[in-house]
């Protein structure tokens, strides 16, 4: 196979598996089959694409759910039943559908990467840019009127090319930008303790590792739930099918609480289950950020969650280990480190092709085995993501959720994105965030006392600290996902919570100096609109804060 | 059809046969190997090129001869003969009757392997199971179309439990079937089963697929594969609700362990082959339902964890596949309690959509949160009162420390042919929580504490 090329895709025998090129020794090609291959034998043809692994980037993205390798799987299941089965093989996006394209170029006019030709209203949330791919440029020959098009229909020509809807780009390599812009504003995800203590910025990074039971799956359907973002692109990676189907069923349920349409309207699916073929999922991740890239170019807020990046960890050392490769730490290849460390480095808020600013958030989860965060993928993610929510099995046992320790998370993000919470809150968030994170700290040290030698030995100011550390526990921290109210906190909200359970404290402190018992302090009325914060509208919880204000 | 007298090379459980070029040999192509006695021995292709082909025998090697050994590929993959005469059969992991009664007439063949299911052809599980034992219809509710392993160690009460499940977990009224698949189990085990199904009558809506410790070990990497093939075809083309007990998953494993490093691959962690999440994932997601059919697959796999240790990858990675676990205390076992679930590191993935107003009742959800927090705070205090005493403890403790106890001895306990309905179970809870002060009530609500609680003033 001299004419073959390295990552070329190929079709395998008459049943045409799809499969890539990954190793190439003199006249021999090893290939990577994305699909089963029992039945299949020495002597069947093997036939050249001379493509790399693409994905398929137009309208008709959003609200559709892929495979590991951007096979429509709503269309397959209409076409093919219940099963994947095996050579099926079915574009991206559909070549029949046609779209309305309002050109916004007109003829002569010069046209460079990344200029917006014209839009599609792709759904009632997202306007779809039409834009010239990279390494495109010139004088607008011709480009058509407003009208109904299809993906495969010519739109415009600079020159003698030919520019569709639809572009092509390879899914292992980033697609160009003009510049990367150091992150500034915070992803808001209604979720407290990620808002409040560990935020993540716009065109960051974050990784959650937590063994199972532990609550990753719930946090990351929230934030594809409730991020301020206007994509989301969910991967599934190696996940349990009756999961994927939850995301399915429950997604066009769901209203986008801005605009009050179905999520899936800004969401694209990548779902790999378990069961499917390694080797797409070890593409999953790619097919999913070449998509969030592409959206990102448009100048879109992008959010890309990877549930679980330790599932195709475990592809690639799986691929490797039948390559025969020589095995780094625990059986994983010696390129985890840089393959990953590529991957979350396709994430950033940047200057597009076309001047526009975009952003694009990688939320990654890791599922180390036994719970154990010592190792490979866990710690070659750390390196390189700047947030860390760790999520704790304890926690998770007393149905603490989300079960994210506020001992041992952190995020690099805090002083980068406080100027935007300050302007959207107060000046005195900063200190707040800081007060509220030491008396947690506190608690932790006075608990070791408290279990050696019970609670009496603690001063009445130290016992209410406990009692104001529980509050934030209990009545800031927990939040329940599957609660109407409870499940979004909006950031004036979560300001006013945490501001009542300080205020309280320093009330507290103010009556134990008066000499006032503690039993007296803590059954004050206030007390009780702390306990029900979560579910009080704005104003009620301002007036309660107000309240214990005065009093001190 | 040829015949190939070109072995090159026997060890262990593989063979190594010479293969002209034209052979047009696939993979995972079944091979019949007839001695030279006649006997007929059975493997599959493992690995193909084009001078060689490497043969993974189902049986012992044992009396192989080099030369006089006749090699014939049968030019098709492992299927299963289905048909619903298969109920209330007994089978070996090849498929053969080992109920001395004849072969079955095939309906139809399918391929072993089965195909990965379309997520957007599964509907989500949300039918709720009473399986009648409290520990897991109040706490960890399963549901139809889960997976939903036990975790258990060796001497634990797992197979009883399961044994209870299959019985009490029979729904009046709808197609109901359950296909056991046994790998490597002990005799008795196995007999225990068996005699549990015919006492309760359900042996006849059973298929038992049965490889025993002493059995070819190959096979156990079928069997379950087998056992599910089966219980796809009864559940999707003939509208049967099938529950699906594997065990020993442990043995699977280790079986499959025993064949990679056979193979000379690349171990992974503890010897375990590097595909073993993958493998498992193969088997544990052919649960489910899918949309527009009537019947359903619902997965109990029971492993036995080497040494308790829920890090070992067996139990690890499965657990990453499956919907939640039911994991067995020895602490409770040892204190003479049945079953000894311990609730707090069990979980169902999938009882949320499962429980509350229409499927059980409206306050599941809150007194399931309710019994969680408060066990854990009592086990807590439990803990406090070994170091320091019991008087040491607080008020607040001390109640929180004797509703754990009664929890564990009222509500976990319970006996082996005890079926408590969903409101019983759910009512024991709130007479348990009447032991907490109602201050300490936060996961419930106000309307359902004036409408559950017995002794509410």
């Known amino acids: ?552 | 059809m040829k015949l190939y007298k070109t072995i090159k090379e026997l060890s262990g459980p593989l063979l190594i046969v010479e293969i002209p070029i034209d052979a047009n040999i696939k993979y995972e192509e079944l091979v019949e190997i007839e001695l030279a006695d006649k006997a007929i021995k059975r493997g599959r292709v493992l690995e193909v090129s084009e001078k060689t082909a490497i043969v993974q025998m189902f049986e012992h090697t044992t009396g192989f001869n080099i030369k006089s050994s006749k090699v014939k590929f049968l030019g098709r993959t492992m299927h299963l003969a289905v048909s619903k005469d298969m109920l209330g059969r007994v089978f070996d992991g090849a498929c053969r009757p080992k109920d001395s009664l004849p072969q079955i007439i095939a309906e139809k063949e399918l391929d072993i392997n089965g195909s990965p299911i379309n997520p957007c052809a599964r509907d989500y599980p949300n039918d709720f199971i009473q399986t009648g034992i409290s520990a897991i219809d109040g706490l960890n509710t399963l549901v139809r179309g889960q997976k939903l392993p036990i975790f258990s160690g060796a001497g634990l009460p797992h197979s009883a439990i399961a044994a209870q499940i299959a019985r009490q977990a029979n729904v009046k009224g709808q197609d109901f079937a359950v296909v056991f698949g046994a790998m490597g189990i002990t005799f008795e085990e196995a007999e225990f089963f068996q005699q549990e199904f015919q006492k309760t009558g359900a042996l006849e809506r059973a298929v038992l697929f049965l490889n025993l410790a002493d059995d070819p070990v190959v096979e156990r990497i079928t069997l379950p594969r087998m056992a599910l093939t089966c219980a796809e075809y009864l559940a999707f083309e003939q509208d049967i609700h099938v529950l699906v007990i594997l065990t020993d998953m442990t043995n699977y494993c280790e079986a499959l362990r025993e064949i990679s490093a056979g193979r000379k691959e690349i171990p992974g962690r503890r010897g375990y082959p590097g595909y073993l999440y993958t493998d498992l994932s193969t088997i544990y997601e052919r649960a489910g339902r899918i949309k527009g059919k009537k019947g359903s697959i619902t997965q109990i796999p029971i492993l036995t964890m080497p040494e308790d240790d829920k890090t070992h990858p067996i139990p690890d990675l499965t657990g990453y596949i499956t919907e939640g676990q039911i994991m067995l205390s020895r602490d409770l076992h040892n204190q003479g309690i049945y079953p000894s679930i311990d609730v707090l590191p069990s979980l169902s993935r999938l009882k949320d959509k499962g429980i509350g107003l229409g499927k059980t009742r409206e306050d599941h959800a809150s007194v399931l949160n309710q019994l969680f927090a408060a066990y854990a705070q009592g086990k807590e205090a439990r803990e406090l009162s070994v170091v320091l005493g019991e008087s040491a403890l607080s008020e607040i403790d001390k109640k929180y420390l004797e509703f754990a106890n009664k929890f564990e001895d009222r509500f976990v306990r319970q006996k082996k042919d005890e079926n408590r309905t969903i409101e019983n179970t759910l009512n024991l809870g709130w007479d348990l929580l009447s032991i907490l002060p109602r201050a300490e009530l936060k996961r419930v609500k106000e309307e359902h504490i004036k409408k559950y609680l017995k002794n509410y003033d």
């Not at chain 1, 309280?504 to 018992?517: I, P």
């Open chain 1, 1 to 552: 196979m001299s004419d073959a090329h390295m990552y070329e895709v190929v079709k395998v025998s008459d049943k045409k598996l799809i499969g890539e090129i990954i190793k190439l020794v003199g006249d021999q090609a090893y290939i990577q089959v994305y699909e089963e291959t029992s039945g299949i034998g020495p002597g069947e043809p093997v036939y050249l694409t001379a493509r790399p692994l693409t994905v398929e980037l137009g309208p008709g993205l959003l609200g559709s759910i892929y495979d590991g390798v951007q096979r429509p799987l709503d269309e397959i299941y209409k076409t093919a039943g219940d099963y994947i089965s095996r050579g099926i093989d079915m574009a991206g996006l559909s070549r029949t559908r046609k779209w309305e394209f309002t050109p916004r170029l007109k003829k002569g006019e010069q046209a460079e990467p990344g200029v917006i030709i014209g839009t599609v209203q792709e759904t009632s949330l997202i306007e779809h840019k039409i834009m010239i791919p990279p390494a495109h440029s010139g004088q607008i020959s011709e480009i058509v009127q407003k009208g109904k098009y299809t993906v495969e229909d010519v739109i415009c020509k600079i020159g003698n090319q030919e520019i569709k809807m639809k572009q092509i780009w390879p899914i292992r390599q980033s697609r160009p930008i003009i510049k990367k812009l150091i992150p500034s504003e915070p992803l808001l995800t209604g979720q407290r303790v990620i808002d409040a203590f560990f935020p993540v910025a716009q065109g960051g990074t974050a990784c959650v590792p937590g063994p199972f039971g532990a609550g990753k799956t719930v946090v990351q359907h929230q934030l594809a739930k409730w991020s301020n973002v206007d994509i989301v692109v969910f991967v599934g990676c190696g996940e349990r099918g009756n999961e994927m189907t939850d995301v399915l069923q429950e997604f066009p349920q769901l209203k986008d609480p801005k605009t009050n349409e179905p999520l899936m309207k800004r969401t694209v699916l990548i779902a790999n289950t378990s069961n499917m073929p390694v080797a797409a999922r070890e593409a999953s991740v790619y097919t999913g950020i070449t998509i969030a890239e592409y959206f990102r170019d448009m100048g879109y807020k992008v959010l890309l969650t990877a549930d679980s990046t330790s599932r195709w960890a475990e592809a690639m050392r799986e691929i490797s280990g039948r390559l025969e490769e020589m095995p780094g730490e625990e059986g994983y290849p010696a390129y985890l480190s840089s393959r990953t460390a590529a991957f979350y480095e396709r994430a950033g808020k940047v200057k597009c092709l076309g001047g526009r600013e975009g952003s694009l958030t990688i939320v990654g989860a890791v599922s180390p085995p036994g719970g154990d965060l010592s190792e490979p993928v866990t710690q070659n993610t750390l390196r390189v993501t700047r947030v860390f929510w760790s999520l704790d099995e304890k926690l998770a046992y007393k149905r603490h959720f989300p079960a994210i320790n506020w001992l041992t998370s952190y995020s690099l993000y805090c002083d980068k994105v406080d100027d935007f919470i300050k302007k959207n809150t107060s000046e005195d968030w900063p200190q707040m965030r800081e007060k509220a994170m030491s008396i947690l700290q506190k608690e932790a040290e006075l608990q070791e006392i408290v279990r050696l030698v019970g609670v009496e030995a603690l001063s009445a100011e130290e016992q209410l600290l406990l009692n104001t550390a529980k509050s934030i526990r209990e009545d800031f921290l927990h939040q329940n996902a599957f609660d109407e109210i409870d499940t979004y906190t909006s950031l004036q909200k979560l300001y006013l919570m945490l501001k009542a359970i300080l205020a309280f404290y320093n009330l507290g402190l103010k009556k134990l100096r008066e000499n006032l018992k503690l039993e007296e302090i803590l059954m004050l009325p206030f007390k009780e609109d702390i306990v029900k914060a979560k579910i009080m509208t704005e104003d009620k919880l301002e007036k309660s804060i107000k309240a214990i204000n005065e009093t001190v």
